[in-house]
Every structure is written in C-alpha cells, then in structure tokens.
C-alpha cells in the first residue's frame, strides 16, 4: 500500500527551482502533520520541513530556511516544497512522510526501512553546478 506519491523531481543547474509535490490519501489528509526529508547518497537521512495539519505552523531545517517553503492544499490533498535557488548540496532523493506530530515524523524517518502507509518512495532531486 502507496499512501505518498511524490512528484516535481528532476534535473536542474545551481540557482534554479523546482516544487515537489507529495498526493495523500484524501480521505486521511487532515489528520496528519505532513514532512519532507532527503536523503543524499553516503549521507544520513535528513529533515527538510514540516507543516501542521491545518497549514498555520511550519517547521525547517536552520540551513534551509529562506530557499525552502512547505505548504498544504487540503482541496487537493497535496503538500507541497517550494525550492529555490538550489545548490548542488540540495542534491538527493526526497521523501514525503506523514504523521501525528513533529516527533513522530523524526521516528519515522529514523527507521529502517520507514513504513510505506507513512513514508513515500522518493523522488530524486540533482542540481548540477
């Protein structure tokens, strides 16, 4: 079972921007606080952003903040993360999650595999210099 199918991936040169997009389950979508994490190859899964369930509080990785916007369209079920002025460090498979609470989506990506019902199953994000 797929509940996370992200999109908006792909290949873009340094300064450019790309808004990834995360589809839920409709019927679920307002009950969860939705998350975004990477993962870059030889790194350490990492926390991108987080939005409340209803969209009025946001969260961001400090070295992110001010290049990086998550929001929500609860019409569409969709969550969304506004890249921009990418950098070859952004460079990494991007993960969509869900969960009740902040700390909750922080366990989960914490685990091996993460479970599909609340993880996506990436999208790759490259950034060529």
């Known amino acids: 079972q797929v509940d996370l199918v992200e999109s908006g991936g792909g290949l873009v040169r340094a300064g450019g921007s790309l808004n990834l997009s995360c589809e839920a389950d409709?019927?679920?979508?307002?009950?969860?606080?939705m998350g975004w994490f990477r993962q870059a190859p030889g790194k350490e899964r990492e926390f991108v952003a987080a939005?409340?369930?209803?969209?009025?509080?946001?969260h961001y990785a400090d070295s992110l903040k001010g290049r990086f916007t998550i929001s929500r369209d609860v019409v569409r079920s969709t969550v969304y993360l506004q890249m921009n002025n990418l950098k070859p460090d952004d460079t990494a498979v991007y993960y969509c999650?869900?969960?009740?609470?902040?700390?909750?989506?922080?366990?989960?990506?914490?685990?091996?595999?993460?479970?599909?019902?609340?993880w996506g199953r990436g999208i790759q994000v490259t950034v060529s210099s």
């Open positions: 999650a869900r969960s009740s609470t902040k700390q909750g989506l922080m366990s989960i990506a914490a685990m091996t595999p993460p479970p599909l019902g609340s």
């Open positions: 409709a019927r679920t979508f307002n009950v969860y606080m």
């Open positions: 939005i409340s369930r209803t969209g009025d509080t946001t």
